[in-house]
């Protein structure tokens, strides 16, 4: 009995050993990234205004300026942000001193659903007085503007 | 400062032609034309859009604002849509 208690003793230990389990190594850590995601503001906002003498089929200004000349028509590119509906209105005048004449109001309504880009524009086949001029531009009905540009006319 | 009614000691922009466009879908445009003393539906008409008749186009952008097509006062801000 002991010699077979003996003998068996190294099978019975092996057994054991091969019973007993290593714990599972701990799973290789993850971390779950997530990109970040540009997301549009749910209100509309003026990013920026442009004067030029001409625009591209994507409506922004080809090449910035703000002296013009009489025959020229005059540009505004209006860049927006944010989705939703929005107003903008362009209000032009004629500058001279302390008075102010209107030239043109125009109004864009839009349903941005993203960024957008839009463009105003002025002629007189006459010809632009020559002297100081600026563009106001609104926004939703604002009674002050959110962006004004002034330029010439020489 | 904010634009006057007209002086003669200013030039006059009644010529001036204007437009715009947007890239988003389904813009509408049109300009703000205030109503003097004098005008008519198809008096605007004919100087905006070079016809009379066009007044309808007009009076429908400004329904809420006109019931009567013939009844327009100085000072109303009317809706004028851009030319097909």
Redesign the interface.
């Known amino acids: 009995m002991k010699k077979l208690t003996a003998s068996l003793l190294p099978l019975l230990l092996l057994g054991v050993q091969g019973c007993k389990k290593e714990p599972p190594p701990p799973p290789p850590s993850t971390t779950l990234y997530v990109a970040p995601t540009t997301t549009q503001p749910a209100v509309v906002s003026v990013a920026g205004v442009t004067l030029g003498n001409g625009i591209d089929a ?2 922004k200004i080809t090449t910035a300026v703000d002296t013009f000349t009489p025959k020229e028509t005059i540009y505004a590119s209006v860049d927006t942000i944010g989705t939703g509906p929005a107003k903008l ?8 001193g ?16 993203g960024p ?11 010809g632009w ?1 020559k002297g100081d001029y600026k563009v106001e531009i609104f926004l939703n009905d604002g009674a002050v503007p959110v962006q004004t540009k002034t330029f010439k006319v020489g | 400062m904010a634009p006057q009614d007209k002086d003669d000691d200013m030039p006059d922009f009644s010529d001036v032609q204007s437009g715009a466009s947007s890239t988003a879908p389904e813009a509408e445009v049109y300009e703000t034309y205030e109503v003097k003393s004098g005008d008519s539906l198809s008096k605007i008409a004919k100087r905006v859009y070079g016809n009379a008749s066009d007044w309808k186009k007009i009076f429908e952008a400004n329904r809420d604002l006109l019931k009567d097509p013939d009844k327009i006062f100085p000072g109303q801000k009317l809706k004028i849509p851009a030319a097909d």
Not at chain 1, 116 to 125: A, G, M, Q, R
Request: net charge positive; aromatic share 8%.
């Open positions: 994507n409506k209105r362009a209000l032009w005048s004629f500058v001279r302390e008075k102010v004449a209107k030239v043109d109001e125009t109004t864009i309504e839009v349903n941005a659903t957008t880009t839009n463009e105003f524009h002025v002629s007189k086949p006459s007085p």
